[in-house]
């Protein structure tokens, strides 16, 4: 059994930098945008497979849309921020695990956009753990991941905004 590890992939992975290239050209508000549905749709779901009566994930996710569209303010969203890092540790299952790392780090996108890139190696984990179990091998993982971030520029390719006018100033330190 290979180790597992809290998050998949590298910086120097060939998808890993086609997501940053994308992420760059996007606003904080289109990248929070499409972090938040990705969330929801890819990740939410394998937390809530072993979890399926806790919601904060979820009410999470629906801040975070309450605030980008202006019916929640930053005050409000920051304390479920806050809580939702401490779910993921609460979680014993490493998919679930995983899965609750990049939904919120996913989330936290609203104020810090490097995460945009930070949610996809958690994702990763989650999606590999979940279809692979815990039993399979590295190269198993890695190509999950890889495949993980191949859908995830195709969506970012599919939310973006052509030519936005204030895309993120991002220094990647990695």
Known sequence: MAKL???????????IITLMRLIETQSKDTL????AAC???????????????????????????AYRHGSLTLAQLKPLLRQARTIAQAAAAPAAQAAARAVSTACAVVQTPTNALGFVFYGAAAVAYDKAGLNASEEEYHSLAAAEFNT?????RAASVPEEAHPVKINWNC
């Open 5 to 15: 590890r809290k998050m998949l992939g590298q910086a120097d992975d060939p998808q």
């Open 32 to 35: 929070a945008a499409w972090a």
């Open 39 to 65: 969330a929801k749709e890819r990740y939410l779901e394998i937390y809530e497979k072993a979890y399926p009566d806790d919601r904060r994930l979820r009410e999470l996710i629906d801040a975070v849309t």
């Open 152 to 156: 995830l520029a195709a969506s970012l």
